[in-house]
């Protein structure tokens, strides 16, 4: 009977390709700390020889101009030229440095889309909303991503799978370059600060995500089940002056730090500089993240709301094991 058991676990599992090369990669943006000092640990490690064997680790950091400046970037946001159009976009002499890296990164790692691309990309990064650890993905039925998340749930901090769901032509970000991807971004930390219970969770998560590459590499089935995904319906911008633009609000207290807690109807989301409160009008309760973020002041962005569903995902196994 227990053979029988077994072989019926066989015939379920989905056989997917072996992931022989993960990049690591930080400083996409050059102010984020955490994955920057922790690629360049890792990369100090596998010089003394520490490297995994059972996977391919490859080193990126990826705006090295932004990173010696310790600025989110020079000219432009480099996690916003991913898509298609910006990586065959012509290049000249006033096409802005993050534009050229992109296209740089994508021949390194990719070509996106391609069956050259590397097989999986983790980018790491820091918000300053308190969010705890996410996979941040452009896939809800990523089988390889979603056993990672669910891999992952034995973390010390709270660790959540963040889906936007946008086609790949139009994915902005370095992780849509791999045949896998995702962002590991974590909080709070402030940008250009590294605080050591972030970097040390982050660098638990990334141990955690190698550990089980090199177990499905070597063969090992991992079993159905479920993954909460939070996926993005919209954002929010911040109440502004319509002549100056300038924002006359800011995140009421009752909402600040409480990222992934349902937002309701009638519920506090901001606060006026007259003492006004201004509540969430929306027809449903969403979850909201990246609460008051500081990167995203420039972006109209004072948060992102996400719809929460249980995504069934199949027993898997390495197909070459």
Sequence with gaps: ????????????????PALSCVALCGGTHGNELSGIYLVQETLKNKRKGEAMEAVTVVTVISNPRAVQQ???????????????????????????YEI??????????????????????????NTTANMGLCLITYADSDWICLHICKHLQMATIPVRYIHYDIPLSEAFSLESV?????????????????????????????????????LFNSGTQFDEGSVDVYTMVKNIDYPRDPYTHNITAAVHPELQDRDFCLLYPGDPIFLSFSGEILRYKGKEPLYPFFI?????????????????????????QCSRA
């Design 178 to 214: 791999g045949k896998h991807g995702f962002a590991m971004e974590i909080g709070p930390q402030p940008h250009g600060v590294i605080r050591s219970n972030i970097f040390t969770a982050m660098q638990e998560a990334v141990h955690l995500m190698l550990d089980w590459v090199r």
């Design 292 to 316: 008051n973020e500081c990167a995203y002041y420039e972006k109209g962005v004072a948060l992102l709301l996400a719809r929460k569903s249980k995504v069934k995902i199949p027993a898997i």
């Design 70 to 96: 310790r600025v989110r970037y020079t000219e432009t946001d480099l996690n916003r030229c991913f898509t298609y159009a910006m990586l065959s976009a012509p290049v000249s002499e006033r096409t802005p």
């Design 1 to 16: 009977r227990e053979r029988e058991r077994e072989r019926e676990r066989e015939r379920v599992a989905v056989t997917l």
């Design 100 to 125: 050229i890296r992109s296209q740089e990164l994508n021949s390194l790692l990719g070509p996106k889309g391609s069956g050259q691309a590397v097989d999986l990309i983790c980018d790491l990064h």
